[in-house]
């Protein structure tokens, strides 16, 4: 007999994990079993995301159209973030770069050099073409251009309620079985440590060779089962609260996912087709509960849908993902605030790994564990430091923001910004999963302006780069009329029958 999966957890994580494995290890070679309890329910937020959320759905051969007008989804070129670096502040991290190389060079050392001879007023967000269709509200996926101003990818926002009902059809489709129950312990195997089974509500029990651990929160396998500790890392992310809140539609159908700082946190905004969702990230040793829901009911664009929803939660991550025969995906795993929407990125991308490394038949070796755990550990480092960098960097006055830019920073992210203030250079670490373009994009957008540049950006004449730096920004201008409004792309390729 093949071998046997057993999913615990039918969130975004666990219903990802059940396509994936059964479009990459289809049956009768693997047997896979997923179980959730409709009792305990979902965390039933997660509605925006990253590029890279393309690739998971092309691998599964999900059509665009139908699986955005499936979620009530629309498109994301990026973020905008209001209020970071001080009041007022306004900037965007596009999904693309700011153009070229130049002679070799990363286009914003020429603009640090070009601002520093006083050539250049514009902030560098006028040579993203994200920033600028998302400052019209226009979208179309990148083939609708040509050159220079077709070098940017998208995202999706959407229900996430949706997708993992999508992705259950999918699974189910092609043989996973789904079972209803809470489970109530899990069994371990003396000898190995391994799970060796998950006893079930009603007096069942169920028996697999690996466990993918997708219970959310409470990471009942991974967490409880086995024990595994976890590494809090609130001292260098302290908001452990959460208050979403869905909005009739009303205002701009933004191609982008807008992040606005406000005293003590940041509060999200997720244009869907059928309602807006919003949320207010906030630190409880900052701001009280009841504040923290008349700030939000203050500040939606349309009339509330239900009551907030109020959430909590510790950053940070299991010591080990993979442990024994039990792999950790998803919030059973760890989680970081959705800053930069890299939750679902986390989910993906672990369970791709995971298959690429998961033996077919017999245990997995050793080696091939602590490569899983070396390699995740270094993902989530790298985004723990970059959603970091977005709150120490920042001068704003209020008390929670003024420990923010005094705390002391993990080494990695020290240094990065140490070289960033010396040249305009940004240290790329293993697993970065965000290259230099998006760095730019924060540290720039906040005002944090290098000390100098690359030495290699001095070559070229300055009025020559002027003169470059005008042209691309008019190849880009040119360009944006050929791109439609969002809402009119969404209403003619993928519109949802009830939006
Ligand atoms: C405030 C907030 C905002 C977020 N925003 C984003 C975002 O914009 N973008 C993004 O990518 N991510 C975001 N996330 C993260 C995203 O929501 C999660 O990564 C994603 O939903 C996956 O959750 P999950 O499936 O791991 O857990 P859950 O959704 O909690 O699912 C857990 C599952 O386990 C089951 N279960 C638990 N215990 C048992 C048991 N004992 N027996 C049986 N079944 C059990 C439950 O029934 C459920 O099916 C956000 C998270 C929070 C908290």
């Keep these: 007999m093949g071998q046997h999966i057993i999913i615990a957890g039918g969130g975004s994580a666990g219903w990802m994990a059940a396509a994936l494995f059964a479009r990459l290890r289809p049956a009768p070679d693997t047997r896979i079993t997923l179980v959730e309890s409709d009792a305990i329910g979902t965390i039933g937020v ?31 070129l990026g973020i905008e973030f209001v209020g970071w670096g001080e009041a007022g502040n306004r900037h965007f991290h596009g999904f693309g770069d700011f153009g070229a190389p130049i002679e070799g060079v990363a286009p914003h050392h020429h603009w640090l050099r070009l601002r520093a001879a006083g050539g250049i007023a514009d902030p560098i967000d006028a040579w993203s073409m994200p920033a600028l269709a998302a400052a019209r509200d226009r ?35 092609r043989g996973v079985t789904r079972v209803e129950g809470r489970i109530v312990a899990a069994e ?3 000898e190995t ?70 005293a003590v946190g940041w509060q999200w905004r997720v244009p869907l087709q059928h309602r807006t969702g919003n949320g207010l990230v906030y630190s409880s040793a900052y701001l009280s509960d009841d504040e923290a829901a008349a700030r939000l009911a203050a500040d939606l664009d349309g009339d509330a849908i239900g009551d907030p929803r109020p959430l909590r939660f510790t950053t940070g991550r299991r010591e080990r993902f993979w442990a024994h025969n039990v792999v950790a995906i998803g ?43 070396r390699a995740t550990i270094g993902e989530y480092e790298r985004i723990r430091d970059f959603l970091i960098a977005h709150y120490c ?26 070289l960033w203030d010396a040249i305009g250079r940004v240290p790329l670490y293993d697993r970065e999963s965000h290259a230099e373009p998006s760095w730019v994009a924060v540290l720039l957008g906040q005002g944090r302006i290098p000390r100098g540049h690359e030495p290699t950006a001095d070559r070229p004449p300055l009025d020559a780069l002027d003169r470059l730096f005008r042209e691309r920004r008019a190849e880009l201008e040119a360009a944006l009329p050929r791109l439609p409004a969002h809402d009119h792309f969404v209403a003619k390729t993928c519109r949802a029958r009830t939006a």
């Design 193 to 262: 440590g391994n799970l060796a089974g998950l006893l079930l509500d009603g007096d069942r029990r169920i028996t697999g060779d690996l466990c993918i651990d997708c219970t959310g929160f409470s990471s009942r396998l991974l967490g409880d089962a086995l024990g595994t500790p976890f590494i809090d890392w609130s001292r260098w992310l302290p908001a452990d609260r959460a208050l979403a809140q869905g909005c009739t539609r009303a205002g701009r159908f933004t191609p982008f996912t807008r992040s606005t700082a406000h």
């Design 393 to 418: 960097i920042s001068r704003r006055p209020e008390p929670f923001w003024r420990d923010m830019a005094a705390m002391s920073l993990p080494d990695s992210l020290a240094h990065k910004l140490a």
């Design 331 to 373: 919030l059973a795993a760890g989680f970081m605030e959705p800053l930069e929407s890299t939750s679902l990125q986390l989910v993906q991308t672990g369970l791709v790994r995971l298959a690429e490394l998961l033996p077919t038949t017999g245990a997995a070796d050793a080696a091939v564990i602590d490569e899983y755990n």
């Design 46 to 76: 997660g509605e925006a995301t990253i590029p890279i959320l393309r690739d998971f759905n092309r691998l599964l051969g999900l059509h665009e159209p139908d699986f955005v007008a499936a979620t009530q989804g629309s498109f994301k």
């Design 139 to 173: 979208f179309a996926p990148p083939e609708a251009l040509r050159g220079e101003a077709a070098e940017y990818r998208y995202a999706y926002h959407f229900d996430a309620g949706l997708y993992a009902q999508l992705l259950r059809s999918y699974a189910e489709a």
């Design 188 to 190: 371990r195997d003396p």
